[in-house]
């Protein structure tokens, strides 16, 4: 069964910070450029950030440049999101996705079930 399981997400208050896992089974993820999305409620999705499988370069929304880092660790088969300096515009359902493909390209071939991410005092 191919799979894709985000974790980390829960309630933080501005200012503060979450990691973000996505974690595959079923396919290794060394093969695979894994994209971060976004929904927050009433908005169209997001993308938030993708990391390369060739050469691990990283794209990163302006919104959240600066703030946010996509890193892979393909020994633990898993993708993370860390998140810094969050504000209550970050609240939103996060999604990850992969694509068999060396650059961050549409569209994606797997997508993982989400999680939310709630910034609020």
């Known amino acids: 069964q191919v799979q894709l399981v985000e974790s980390g997400g829960g309630l933080v208050q501005p200012g503060g910070s979450l990691r973000l896992s996505c974690a595959a089974s079923g396919f290794t993820l060394d093969y695979y450029a894994i994209g971060w999305f976004r929904q927050a409620p009433g908005k169209e999705p997001e993308g938030v950030s993708c990391?390369?499988?060739?050469?691990?370069?990283?794209y990163y929304a302006d919104s959240v440049k600066g703030r946010f880092t996509i890193s892979r660790d393909n020994a633990k088969n898993t993708v993370y999101l860390q998140m810094n300096s969050l504000k209550p515009e970050d609240t939103a359902v996060y999604y990850c996705a992969a694509v068999g493909q060396a650059m961050c390209v549409i569209p994606y071939d797997y997508w993982g079930q989400g999680t939310q991410v709630t910034v609020s005092s």
């Open positions: 990391i390369s499988r060739s050469d691990g370069s990283t």
